[in-house]
């Protein structure tokens, strides 16, 4: 469906709900009275990724990851609890113009975040192969797969980019369709490597004879740093009986350009959970945590972490919405750390009809923010699903997302957090 037509008929503006500072379906009276029928998961799940869509370039520390914290903070109170915006600082990273030039044709693209930069005045070279004597390197990513860990780690081309002679690198980025796919800075804090561009594999063809025939060109890979500060948005639902173990639900909310699938899905699965959960008087506690920083090498859950390191062990469960949650044909992955959780996950999905595609062994690399959690000895699950449009433009409200779908996700998780919750 056409975004312009579905907008215009969706009988809720974008702008009207975020002039409102809120995105719902129903007053927080009735929110108080009961329990929000099972009908109305589909229509809470698309007012949130729209509003979240709305809002723009969700870059962590920027003026748009301000204002996304502050509306989730009011979709915390709709949801009933009281949120808390925890912040931390960093040394945000600002492009200016980035491009390559090679004759008269320029071809723009993005830092790499976590890599080395030019001044304004570029360098200039030779464009070649990576590994060859030029001194502009042309290497390629390597797509997204949901079967892959999502860990840090690099690898192929772009790994020995990293550790090449070039004086800087051209990096073809791919995906499942021609685009930009943009690579977590995984080792933002400490950036190592030459000055890498991320370009758009539609140049994929024309650079690749351009590196064969070693082109002169000119790659400027320049930005600004900025101290700016970042908020994790927070929250506590007490539990009946605070000696047990509480359980701890996280979900990452900063991402690459509008990113509606890839956290937009967290933010609608993480507040519907909060929502059941407060209306369910549960036995244990249960904390949330919405993490910023995501793109940025996880700075969110270290900033987190700090001052709670006995959480890590010390909860029951830690449960992690993953990417894509509900992303339209698309298959999932659920990681658990134990038979146990891996069983109540299966168990929470089948009751709303979900299949589990994939499950990955207990011991394998956790994903994103769990690695910590995994790191630490602590218990987790997560769940994440496939994407044709990860880290790409194209990640908007409503093609990327599967309504209904998500919906399904939603349901099965904050039921089955609140049975795990009520168990003692």
Not at 8 to 35: F, H, N, W
Not at 131 to 136: C, K, N, P, Y
Not at 162 to 176: D, F
Not at 295 to 311: H, P, Q, T, V, W
């Amino acid at each position: 469906m056409n975004r312009r037509v579905f907008l215009a008929d969706s009988g809720r503006t974008v702008a009207a709900a975020l002039a409102a500072g809120t995105a719902r379906m129903e007053s927080p009276s009735a929110l108080e009275k009961a329990q929000p029928a099972r009908d109305d998961v589909e229509g809470r799940v698309a007012t949130i990724i729209q509003a979240y869509d709305a809002q723009g370039n969700h870059r962590t520390g920027t003026r748009v990851d301000q204002v996304s914290a502050e509306w989730l903070a009011n979709e915390v109170r709709q949801s009933g609890a009281e949120p808390s915006l925890e912040p931390f600082t960093l040394n945000r990273l600002d492009p200016q113009p980035c491009y390559l030039r090679i004759g008269d044709r320029r071809i723009d693209g993005v830092p790499l975040f976590d890599a080395g930069l030019t001044g304004a005045e570029g360098v200039r070279g030779r464009l070649g192969p990576l590994g060859s004597d030029a001194e502009i390197g042309l290497a390629e990513t390597t797509p997204f797969r949901v079967y892959e860990p999502d860990g840090t780690e690099e690898r192929n081309e772009v790994a020995e980019a990293r550790q090449s002679g070039h004086k800087a690198i051209v990096l073809l980025t791919r995906g499942s369709r021609p685009g930009l796919f943009l690579i977590n800075a995984g080792t933002f804090a400490k950036p190592f490597g030459p000055p890498a561009l991320q370009v758009s594999s539609v140049e994929s063809d024309w650079l690749k004879e351009q590196a064969q025939t070693r082109a002169a060109a000119t790659i400027v890979v320049h930005a600004k740093r900025t101290t700016a500060r970042a908020f994790n948005v927070t929250s506590k639902i007490s539990g009946r009986k605070p000696n047990l173990a509480p359980i701890v639900l996280m979900a990452p909310r900063s991402g690459w350009w509008q990113c509606a699938s890839e956290q937009g899905s967290r933010m609608a699965c993480w507040l519907e959970a909060m929502r059941v959960l407060a209306h369910g008087h549960p036995a244990r506690s249960c904390f949330f945590v919405a993490l910023t920083g995501h793109e940025l090498g996880y700075l969110g859950i270290d900033a987190y972490l700090k001052g709670r390191s006995d959480l890590i062990k010390g909860a029951h469960a830690w449960i992690f919405f993953g990417s894509s949650i509900g992303e339209p044909r698309q298959p999932n992955l659920i990681h658990a750390s134990d038979d146990a959780l891996e069983r109540w996950t299966v168990a929470a999905m089948e009751k709303e009809g979900l299949t589990v595609n994939t499950q990955a062994t207990h011991g394998s690399k956790a994903r994103g923010e769990t690695g910590a959690v995994q790191q630490g000895g602590g218990r987790f699950v997560t769940v994440a699903c496939g994407s044709d449009v990860f880290h790409n433009v194209a990640d908007r409200w409503p093609e990327a997302v599967d309504v209904a779908y998500l919906a399904r996700y939603a349901r099965a998780f904050a039921n089955g957090v609140l049975e795990l919750a009520q168990r003692e």
